[in-house]
């Protein structure tokens, strides 16, 4: 695996080249506490944003067991870290200059509801994270600017990371908040499921027993 500082060598080198250069910083590169990779580069300026994942080890993410393992709280916890790690992203997004989406920084903007987002995933057994998100590479016209795809990698990006993906960063006392109300909607969907289940049950031996409900042959 690369380091850090390769990537940083690479982007000086193709600085003020032709935009197709940025293609030569696809791949992984070690940074001090998470693995960023480089997915997808985009063609031009102007097309659909670069795709880049951070990976995050779970014993250093240091999330709790008790937020992991169930299914409920895991997704649960994840979709509270998109959001979170999206307030702090918006914040940069566009300071970094240029043509075109230069200077993106975007994640998926969930709605209303709790659900599993390819965003953010996060391993049952582990606590490993995989955090998605879409950077627009830096350029003036079509050409790169290195400077700017710098900062947005090793300045604003290293800070999001820092405060939103590991646990001893975030706000303790809201992710224990997330963690009870996805308990609790859990319970009541198991109670309802319970429920439903009887009342067929009972429906089924009424119309069993009720000769207006036997079938005519």
Not at 106 to 123: D, F, H, K, Y
Not at 187 to 206: F, G, M, N, P, S
Request: net charge positive; charged share 30%; aromatic share 10%.
């Amino acid at each position: 695996m690369k380091r850090a500082e390769d990537l940083q060598e690479i982007l000086r080198r193709i600085d003020h080249k032709g935009y197709p250069a940025y293609k030569d910083t696809a791949g992984a590169y070690q940074f001090d506490n998470y693995v960023l990779h480089i997915d997808h580069v985009q063609g031009d300026p102007f097309a659909s944003p670069s795709k880049i994942s951070i990976h995050v080890d779970g014993k250093k993410a240091g999330f709790p067991a008790d937020m992991i393992r169930p299914k409920h709280t895991r997704t649960a916890l994840a979709d509270a870290l998109i959001r979170t790690f999206g307030k702090e992203v918006e914040s940069y997004s566009h300071k970094a200059k240029g043509s075109g989406k230069s200077g993106l920084m975007s994640v998926s903007r969930p709605g209303q509801e709790i659900l599993e987002r390819s965003a953010c995933e996060i391993a049952q057994d582990s606590g490993s994270l995989i955090f998605r998100m879409e950077v627009g590479f830096p350029a003036n016209g079509r050409t790169i600017q290195a400077g700017e795809l710098i900062r947005m990698l090793f300045q604003f990006l290293p800070v999001c990371v820092k405060k939103s993906l590991f646990y001893k960063n975030t706000d303790q006392e809201y992710l224990r908040k997330v963690k009870e109300l996805a308990q609790d909607q859990h319970h009541i969907r198991e109670q309802l499921k319970e429920k439903i289940w009887w009342h067929l049950w009972r429906t089924v031996r009424y119309c069993r027993g009720n000769p207006a409900y036997r079938t005519v042959r």
